[in-house]
């Protein structure tokens, strides 16, 4: 049974920073894509940032792009998104998320993903 388990949310000052991580168990992670999504209050679901098995690809959102950074460890199981210079409208529940093939570069379509964590709630005040 695939497992993802966020952790790292809190609240913070506007200009600080977060790390939030991932913990994944259940299936072969060093083979899977992995992405960060985010859902504000009253608001969709919506991509923040991918990255591909080999961890040689990354993509952003244009709304976190420079202030975010994805990454993972594969020997530990954990994918995770430093998040620095945070803004007010980041605030939201974060979502890690692992698509259903193998080996790909990870998307930013909601679609394209099987298995999702519990989420983690991020608070930016201003």
């Known amino acids: 049974q695939v497992q993802l388990v966020e952790s790292g949310g809190g609240l913070v000052q506007a200009g600080g920073s977060l790390r939030l991580s991932c913990a994944a168990s259940?299936?072969?992670?060093?083979?899977?894509?992995m992405g960060w999504f985010r859902q504000a209050p009253g608001k969709e679901r919506e991509f923040v940032a991918r990255?591909?098995?080999?961890?040689?690809?990354?993509a952003y959102a244009d709304s976190v792009k420079g202030r975010f950074t994805i990454s993972r460890d594969n020997a530990k199981n954990l994918v995770y998104l430093q998040m620095n210079s945070l803004k007010p409208e980041d605030t939201a529940d974060y979502y890690c998320?692992?698509?259903?093939?193998?080996?790909?570069?990870?998307?930013?379509?909601?679609?394209?993903?099987?298995?999702w964590g519990q989420g983690t709630q991020v608070t930016v005040s201003s």
């Open positions: 990255i591909s098995w080999s961890t040689r690809s990354t």
């Open positions: 998320a692992a698509p259903i093939a193998k080996y790909g570069l990870g998307s930013s379509s909601m679609s394209e993903y099987r298995y």
């Open positions: 259940g299936l072969t992670f060093s083979s899977y894509a």
